[in-house]
Structures are given as C-alpha cells and as structure tokens.
C-alpha cells in the first residue's frame, strides 16, 4: 500500500509578503477624459451665470452675468495648471504631467456639473426674489470649494497610481497650489465684478 502525498498551492493570484506588512493599495485606472464631458462642464458654467442674468435689473450688466462664472474658472486653471505641473516634475515627484492634467481635467468636468445643478437654484431666486447676484457669488464659491476637493483628490491618486506612497513633499505642493489657485480666483473676480458693474473692462 503506497502513501499518497497531497499538495497544496496558493492560488496564481497569490502573492506572499513579508511578516507584519500589507500589499500596496492600488487606486483603480479612472476612464480617459472625453470631449463631451468638457463640453458639458462648460456649459454648465455658463448656464449658472445666464440663470443669474435672467435677474439682471437692466440689459448690459445682466448679459455681462453670462460668461461670468466661465471667466473666473477657467483662468484660475489656466495660469495655475502649468505652475503645479511645472514644479512638480521639479521635485522628482512620481505622476506624470498627462495624468495630473488629466486629474485636473476631471476637477473642472465635476465644477461643471455642480455649477449645472446650481444654476437651477439661482433661477429660482431670479424669478422670485433680487437676490440673484448674490446667489451667484455664493455659487460661485461652492463651485470653487468642490472643484478644489476633486483636484485633491483626483491629483492625489494620480500621485498614488504611480508611486503607490504619497510623498509629504506633494501634499505641501498640493496645498500651495490650492492657495495660488484661490487668490487668482479671487483676482480675477473682482475684475469681472467690475467689468460686469461696468466700472472697468476685462484685462485692463
């Protein structure tokens, strides 16, 4: 009578680690950005600013509402973007510049589409009430706020995508980042506050 000899083996997809260490959390692939979502975003942004516009008290400040909320985002990411890429390839950090525009591409698709979702808010208030501008600039900042939390988060797992270890030197880039990115914005404003009052013209 012979011994049989039983064997077992870990699954294929098993891998061992060290005693006392965990496997390496990886963040799942996110889908490539795609040109209707942009498209959507934008005109989201500037359905917010002409649902203010339908409350404007006299015709050229109340189209001038229009393109408003459009004029303070899209700046505040132009001039920013480039700074935040530029710095971070510096530091010898691991994302590379595609996926951390492509991590800011999705801030600005989810900026669009809560500025969509409030612009039915801002409606509302400038058919009932006069407080339609002030809406806008409370809207305004929630777009901002929330457009902020997802660049964090997205440029976050991007960084973690590619290192798997988020270093302290990126969050401290993240975070001068998100402050350059807030005081534009809030440059920018007050010029297209006053271009829309009709006190000044845009860029001069």
């Known amino acids: 009578m012979h011994g049989t000899t039983i064997s077992v083996h870990p699954p294929p997809s098993a891998t061992a680690y060290p005693i006392g260490s965990t496997a390496p959390l990886s963040s799942p692939t996110p889908a490539p950005l795609r040109g209707q979502d ?7 942004l500037l359905a917010l600013g002409g649902a203010a516009a339908l409350g404007g008290s006299s015709a ?3 189209l001038r509402l229009l393109p408003s909320v459009l004029l303070v985002e899209l700046p505040a990411l132009a001039l920013t973007a480039p700074a935040l890429i530029a710095v971070h390839q510096f530091l010898g950090l691991a994302a590379a510049p595609e996926q951390l525009a492509a991590g800011l591409g999705r801030a600005l698709i989810h900026a669009g589409r809560v500025a969509g979702g409030l612009a039915i808010v801002v409606l ?4 009932t009430t006069r407080l339609a501008t002030p809406m806008l600039v409370v ?3 929630a777009v901002g706020v929330f457009s902020s939390a997802t660049a964090c988060v997205e440029l976050t797992a991007a960084e973690r995508r590619a290192g798997t270890v988020v270093a302290p030197l990126f969050t401290l880039l993240l975070i001068g980042w998100l402050g350059l990115s807030w005081l534009v914005a809030l440059r920018v404003g007050v010029d297209v506050a ?11």
């Not at 006053?194 to 001069?204: D, E, I, P, Q, Y």
């Open 38 to 44: 942009l498209c959507v975003a934008l005109l989201g």
């Open 124 to 127: 509302f208030f400038a058919a």
């Open 60 to 62: 050229g400040p109340g």
């Open 139 to 141: 809207s305004l900042a």
């Open 194 to 204: 006053s271009w829309v009052l009709g006190f000044g013209r845009l860029g001069a």
